[in-house]
């Protein structure tokens, strides 16, 4: 049996929450953020074996992204600690009841500096699926030689591999993103990603079709379209499926996509068909969006059911 279901390598940031404007003051109070990690957490929750791989600052802050994680079941004994670099901060603040602005200090951080090194030990100590994103190869020249790395070697070791998009404007630019993510694609069995991030992954004047048509012909077994509100759609070289959202009270979107995402890797790992990975897929994600925080409200297994059908309002007694 190998050492773990799931694999994960990129940068946590230390989330700090505003409730209003931060140009005006106010309290922030301290969390944890990071579209892997986020994953990492989901997964955890649903009992399966995960590791996330990252370096992190040698400091308080380090501490605590190491703690938080420990604490919901994931595995860091792959994490480095970086005593030049500082620890990389996320600020969002509410800054209308449908509008949350998102800013970052992450330049220079611990977690941009991943390299191969940081990956080998926990690759070699076997999983089922290893989870990449499309935000850890902008962060630095080193974490994109680090992240192809590791999906090549994933390839060969028999290992599949599982890419969300993820796109971050403030990042890098969609023509920087293409030239990377384009041929990191090639090795994912797994793409996901919204409509406006296919062209991400193969050519720049693609529509939906033919941006699926090229990814299935080069490998990918299932392309994953998030609509958000609207649910999914699901491509495979047999049929497109499609899932609609669970209907929740959105309270918070941040994380939504990344809870979705642990959700059908979940079913994947538990060998469920297409249609109940989907299911599994847009139910985390109604739990994230009915929470606050990035992935504070996502369900412990024996919870899957909590919100299927359940009327705004309901208490359980």
């Known amino acids: ?16 929450r ?30 399966h074996r995960v590791a996330w791989v990252g370096r992190v600052s040698d ?8 703690r938080q994680l420990r604490a919901e079941g994931v595995d860091t004994s792959g994490v480095r600690r970086d005593p030049d670099r500082p620890a990389g901060l996320m600020f969002l603040e509410q800054r209308t009841s449908d509008v949350t602005r998102v800013q970052y200090h992450r330049a220079g951080s611990a977690g941009s500096a991943l ?30 030689k680090a992240v192809h790395w590791a999906a090549r070697e994933a390839v ?27 041929p990191l694609a090639g090795y994912a069995s797994l793409v996901v990603a919204s409509a406006d991030e296919l062209d991400l992954v193969t050519a720049p004047d693609a529509d939906e079709a033919d941006a699926v048509t090229d990814l299935l012909d080069r490998g990918v077994r299932t392309v ?19 899932v609609p959202a669970v209907p929740v009270t959105a309270v918070d979107t ?7 995402t642990a959700g059908y890797l979940s079913g994947q790992l538990d060998g469920l068909d297409l249609v109940d990975r989907l299911r599994r897929a847009v139910t985390l994600g109604a739990f994230a969006v009915a ?7 996502l369900p412990r297994r024996d919870e899957l059911s909590l919100i299927d059908g359940s009327a705004a309002g309901t208490t359980l007694r």
Do not use: C
């Open 115 to 144: 390299t191969v090194e940081d990956l080998r030990g926990p690759l070699s100590a076997g999983t089922r699926l290893l989870h990449l994103t499309g935000i850890t190869p902008a962060l630095s020249d080193a974490a994109h």
């Open 254 to 260: 941040v994380g939504a996509g990344d809870a979705f």
């Open 18 to 47: 505003s409730s209003g404007p931060l140009a005006v003051g106010g309290p922030l109070t301290m969390h944890l953020g990071g579209a892997e990690s986020n994953v990492a957490i989901g997964l955890a929750r649903l009992g």
């Open 224 to 242: 994953l379209v998030k609509l958000g509100a609207d649910g999914v759609r699901a491509y495979t070289r047999d049929d497109v499926t499609y």
């Open 156 to 182: 060969a070791m028999g290992t599949a591999v599982s890419l969300d998009v993820n796109y971050r404007a403030k990042l890098w630019s969609r023509e920087q993103a293409r030239a990377a993510l384009t």
């Open 1 to 16: 049996m190998s050492g773990y279901d799931l694999v994960t390598a990129g940068e946590t940031l230390v989330s700090l």
């Open 291 to 297: 929470g606050h925080g990035d992935w504070e409200g």
């Open 59 to 66: 400091d308080e802050l380090g501490r605590f992204v190491q």
